[in-house]
């Protein structure tokens, strides 16, 4: 299975808006609403951030949200913060009944 | 409040059989509406899906890595466990082990994570 196609990298200042876009098949992002967002933070293990393609677990900011349009899955961060600076990974179930990550997109807060 | 704490050995030799367990507080691996896995992550890279195990003992592989991995449980103890054969440096990882809720497929719980460097 491949992975699933992330920028590298994005940028912002505080308080803008970005996004990253997570682009798979319809054999995975573009088959099931089961797209899910992790936060990871130099040396820690990644955090949940967004499931389901858009609902936000309990206590994460609702500055996070997510959307899909076809095989390609979106995370979007408004109001932009330090805190935020962090690698951001999406994965996804996929019809093989396996998962699969994209390669990941470091955030920079400018 | 769930936790999940990998362990296993740090340093494993090159063509032997990387072992780790992870053991489960706070909730039962038997407990209906979950998978049990592990994510491994080399140094500066990405995340990369290993292995889940249903919580009715079905087990589901990465098909990359499906002819060197096995995952069990015990839930005597309340452990799951991973074995990677015939390791070599490019195994050498962060090795974080999860649990993955059935009704959205994501990983809601993550361990601390363990390095495992693969060297002689």
């Known amino acids: 299975q491949s992975a699933l196609t992330q920028p590298a990298s994005v940028s912002g200042s505080p308080g803008q808006s970005i996004t990253i876009s997570c682009t798979g098949t319809s054999s995975d992002v573009g088959g099931y609403n089961y797209v899910s967002w992790y936060q990871q933070h130099p040396g820690k293990a990644p955090k949940l951030m967004i499931y389901?393609?858009?609902n936000r677990p309990s206590g994460v900011s609702n500055r996070f949200s997510g959307s899909k349009s076809g095989n390609t899955a979106s995370l979007t961060i408004s109001g932009l913060q330090a805190e935020d600076e962090a690698d951001y990974y999406c994965?996804?179930?996929?019809?093989?009944?396996?998962?699969?990550f994209g390669g990941g997109t470091k955030l920079t807060v400018l | 409040q769930l936790q999940l704490q990998e362990s296993g050995p740090g340093l494993v030799k090159p063509s032997e059989t990387l072992s780790l367990t992870c053991t489960v507080s706070?909730?039962?691996?038997?407990?209906?509406?979950?998978?049990w896995g592990w994510i491994r992550q080399p140094p500066g890279k990405g995340l990369e899906w290993i292995a889940n195990?249903?919580?009715?003992?079905?087990?589901y592989y990465n098909p990359s890595l499906k002819s060197r991995v096995t995952i069990s449980a015990d839930t005597s103890k309340n452990q799951f466990s991973l074995k990677v054969s015939s390791v070599t440096a490019a195994d050498t990882a962060v090795y974080y082990c999860?649990?993955?809720?059935?009704?959205?497929?994501?990983?809601?719980?993550w361990g601390q994570g363990t390095l495992v460097t693969v060297s002689s």
């Open positions: 195990i249903y919580y009715s003992g079905r087990t």
């Open positions: 999860a649990r993955v809720e059935d009704l959205g497929r994501e990983i809601g719980y």
């Open positions: 706070g909730g039962s691996i038997s407990s209906s509406g979950y998978y």
């Open positions: 994965s996804s179930y996929t019809s093989s009944v396996t998962w699969v």
């Open positions: 389901e393609v858009s």
